[in-house]
């Protein structure tokens, strides 16, 4: 099977919007929740088994440009522009000539710019794709600076070295090739000098690069693809996804040169973009780029795999490169409430809003249930599982009980795409209606969200409350699906309880293979003593007690296998436990040659 197949189907960033009360009340949002909800277009999937009609993007990059995030991502039929990374407009449009009669419109696109212009190009074996610039990229005004480029590639990017005034070209995706790299000339944007071989998986030392699900798979060789570089301090971040873009494992590492085409050398701290546990995973093909505030930020592909092996979406997670010159993106707590750009968080101690999910495996009730599609699959925090109702009329609902009155300060609705009929981009669309009411008896019910009227396509809409409301039940009723039956994979409730948080974490044990012996020291097994009050831990892990970047979140075990270790280094470990009050200290530090 050719890998650029895998790239045809894809998902899209969520992009975030305006809290509509009962009231008529209008509040810009503090916060976000991955995946971010922006109209992510139904892809159709040739030559593989299909479930159903789905949504499909990944392979995002974001650029601020002129005031502005443009967002871009596989085979959507246009793109994204914002003014605060929280409210998207879709701009819709082809870059592929009328002539070309091929399905991948824009594939894993490259974006970047120079100077007052926007660069935009897909994915291609021949010279299908111009370069396409823009001067006015939120008026859709495009031309095509060149018309064919000898620089064609697979995940390219075209970089622009701002102090040097130097561009250059890097690209690849493949299980047998490296990433590669080529300078570009200057004016006409065409290969000068030669293609130099970058970097390559070594997936004999690097845990992380192993294929698979929770990378534990050696029968396939993994890939490496989605090549990305960023400039900091006179240093390279070349950056590269893998090993498959199907897996909870799909991540992003780093190589550091002090030029623009090597030699590189692997960041210590691997994988730096990485979230295979909770409920949006997979952080992998992505791109870093700096906010208004010049804070780095890393937008990067979730999986759900369930219609396709290449359904997926798209996540955005706070970033940044410490003063060590280590690039990491925190994602710890990265499917919660986390703070936009706007909040100028500090992003080392994390943007994380404190916001606990307050129904995770609690009580629900349905109005109707179709087939297998079990009303609690819409609270058990797995995005491949969910419940549908039987129908997509008004008046099918979902009560989800929250065990006590808690303090309710947003909510996310995850829609699934079950029976949908539409296909591509559709230009008009009914919106997702409904109505979300709160109560402490089941009979008492207060309207706190009416989206009765909404006209948007909100396929993971986040709503922040305007204030905070105490509750016990939340209830949300259809009133009008886009398409298909209503179907949830999260209704998702945050704040905070009224109990106790969890105690920190007993006995706590990473086991590993030491060094010099026999054994598989890729991985590493933890065990624990499971916290009665806990609903689930994140377990911190690095290459120095400072700098604990990777995490890993773990619901209603007490016990987990991390394949993602380097070889030959030692690792420093510490595990909190969390629940709906809120989360315990870490443990002590814990080294593990």
């Not at 949504?55 to 005031?67: H, L």
């Not at 009303?375 to 129908?391: F, L």
Request: a neutral charge; proline letters at 6%; aromatic letters at 16%.
């Amino acid at each position: 099977m050719k890998y650029y197949l895998m790239k045809r189907f894809g998902l899209i960033l969520a992009g975030l919007s305006f809290c509509f009360f009962a009231q008529g009340q209008v509040k810009q949002q503090q916060t976000y929740c991955n995946p971010i909800n922006i109209d992510y277009g139904y892809c159709p999937i040739p030559n593989f088994v299909t479930q159903g009609k789905h949504r499909a993007t990944a392979d995002p990059v974001i650029t601020f440009f002129q005031g502005k995030y443009y967002l871009f991502s596989t085979n959507q039929w246009g793109y994204w522009h914002s003014t605060d990374m929280l409210n998207w407009q879709f701009v819709s449009r082809k870059f592929l000539r009328p002539e070309h009669k091929v399905y991948d419109e824009l594939c894993a696109p490259s974006l970047s710019f120079v100077n007052d212009s926007l660069l935009v190009v897909g994915s291609t074996h021949g010279k299908e794709f111009p370069i396409w610039m823009s001067k006015n990229p939120s008026k859709n005004e495009w031309k095509e600076l060149v018309h064919k480029s000898e620089a064609a590639a697979w995940d390219p990017q075209i970089f622009w070295d701002k102090e040097k005034d130097e561009l250059y070209e890097y690209y690849g995706s493949s299980n047998l090739y490296p990433i590669y790299g080529v300078k570009l000339n200057r004016k006409t944007f065409q290969p000068e000098g030669g293609v130099v071989p970058l970097i390559a998986l070594n997936d004999e030392e690097h845990g992380w690069e192993r294929f698979g699900e929770n990378n534990d798979n050696t029968f396939m060789q993994p890939f490496m693809e989605g090549a990305f570089m960023t400039k900091h301090k006179n240093t390279y971040y070349l950056q590269y996804g893998g090993p498959g873009t199907e897996f909870s494992g799909y991540g992003d590492g780093v190589y550091t040169s002090k030029n623009p085409l090597g030699p590189f050398v692997y960041q210590s701290h691997n994988p730096f973009s990485y979230k295979p546990g909770g409920f949006a995973r997979g952080a992998g093909h992505g791109a870093t780029f700096q906010d208004a505030n010049s804070t780095f930020w890393h937008v990067s592909t979730i999986v759900i795999g369930t219609k396709n092996n290449f359904e997926r979406r798209l996540g955005i997670w706070p970033a940044g490169i410490d003063e060590e010159g280590v690039l990491y993106s925190n994602t710890a707590y990265g499917d919660y409430p986390t703070f936009l750009p706007s909040q100028n968080k500090d992003h080392l101690k994390g943007s994380f809003s404190g916001w606990m999910l307050l129904n995770y495996n609690k009580p629900v009730s349905v109005s109707s249930t179709l087939g297998g599609f079990q009303p609690n699959y819409a609270v058990n925090e797995d995005i491949k599982t969910y419940w549908s109702a039987k129908t997509g009329n008004k008046g099918e609902w979902l009560i989800s009980d929250l065990g006590e009155r808690s303090t309710i300060r947003a909510i996310q609705i995850n829609y699934a795409d079950q029976d949908v009929t539409l296909m591509g981009k559709p230009e008009n669309t009914v919106g997702h209606k409904y109505l979300i009411t709160v109560s402490d008896n089941l009979k008492e019910w207060k309207v706190i969200v009416d989206k009765s009227k909404n006209s948007k396509d909100v396929p993971h809409e986040y709503v922040e409350l305007e204030k905070p409301v105490i509750g016990r039940y939340l209830k949300i009723e259809n009133i009008q699906m886009p398409t298909g039956k209503f179907a949830l994979s999260g209704f998702r409730v945050f704040g905070k309880g009224n109990g106790e948080a969890p105690a920190p974490v007993k006995n706590f044990v990473p086991l590993r293979v030491a060094p010099k012996t026999k054994g598989e020291r890729r991985n590493v097994w933890f065990k624990w003593e499971q916290e009665p009050l806990a609903d689930g831990y994140v377990i911190y892990f690095g290459k120095s007690p400072n700098q604990l970047y990777g995490s890993v979140m773990v619901y209603g075990k007490n016990e987990y296998y991390l394949n993602a270790l380097d070889r030959s280094d030692a690792y420093y470990f510490q595990i909190e436990s969390f629940n709906s009050n809120g989360i315990s200290p870490r443990t002590p530090v814990i080294r593990v040659e």
